[in-house]
């Protein structure tokens, strides 16, 4: 058995393990921890606990030690750089004449690095860029392409519903969302409707698709030709959650109808 926390690190809401290191930690501590990239400043979101050493990838890194308030504040420097080289490099890019979109920047802790996000419809031919920024900022550059999805979660907002973006907010990965799921749930096929801020299908159509697809069993499908206890008719409106559809009979009236008025077979 191994001790291991889970810390998690800006920007990401994935959980990873470290040793503990037999460290006295709790959760809520901020931490400095060593990674595949370095030294990296996280926060202890699941406290120490035991693990099967077989259930725990090789290699696994350990906590170094807590962050003392100096970590903090060159955790706050580090953002205040962030910043500055996201204006910079946008404004260099737009000097450049590159159809880019500087989305975030990340440093690494210890400065060894600098990760550049951007969105690009094309392919971007950023070397003259990579080189104006190694100059600046005397690092590493590294410029990462990312999608419309991935630059919702980095920037975040908030989704039609009213609250904070899913993915920003709670997913650590991205769900695989379909046009079925939409057409599944009743949904008018209107991309305004159905498409979050990053322009592409709602995350929340895949989380309620499972509950829809079991109700949607009980009740007869979207335009189809039906036997009733009113009559013989077309299906022409479906409520799911209330266990209800409408049908459009031969005598030209449209009523409302619960399974039980389903002459099935």
């Keep these: 058995m191994v001790n291991v926390v889970g810390v998690r690190f800006k920007r ?3 959980i990873y393990d470290f040793d503990a290191n037999h460290l006295d930690l709790k959760k809520g501590d901020s931490v400095i921890v060593e990674t595949e990239h370095g030294i990296s400043l996280g926060k202890v979101v699941v406290p120490p606990h035991e693990k099967d050493e077989a259930r725990i990838h090789k290699g ?7 962050a003392t308030e100096e970590d903090i504040r060159q955790a706050e420097e580090i953002r205040k750089k962030e910043l ?3 204006y ?6 737009k000097e450049l004449g590159l159809a880019m979109k500087v989305v975030n920047v990340e440093y690494f802790f210890d400065g060894s690095k600098a990760v ?10 950023f070397r003259k860029l990579v080189r ?3 100059s600046e900022f005397r690092t590493r550059i590294e410029m990462r392409q990312i999608g419309a999805r991935d630059e919702a979660k980095l920037v975040g907002g908030i989704g039609a519903c009213g609250r904070e973006l899913c993915c920003a907010k709670f997913m650590p990965s991205f769900e695989l969302v379909s046009i079925k799921m939409a057409k599944a749930q009743g949904l008018l096929l209107n ?3 159905i498409s979050g801020r990053c322009g592409r299908l709602m995350c929340c159509l895949a989380f309620e698709f499972p509950l829809y697809k079991e109700m949607g069993k009980k009740l007869p499908k979207m335009g189809k030709r039906i036997k009733t206890t ?4 077309r299906v022409v409106r479906l409520d799911i959650l209330k266990n209800r559809f409408w049908v459009h009979l031969r005598s030209g009236e449209t009523v409302e109808m619960t399974p039980e008025n389903w002459m099935k077979g």
């Excluded at 910079?88 to 890019?93: D, R």
């Design 60 to 66: 696994l890194k350990k906590v170094l030690r807590k």
């Design 88 to 93: 910079f490099c946008s404004e260099k890019a």
């Design 191 to 193: 991309p305004d409707e």
């Design 132 to 134: 104006l920024l190694a």
């Design 12 to 14: 990401t809401l994935k």
């Design 116 to 125: 550049f996000y951007f969105t690009a419809d094309k392919r971007v031919d």
């Design 230 to 233: 009113q009559g013989e008719g």
């Design 84 to 86: 500055r080289a996201k």
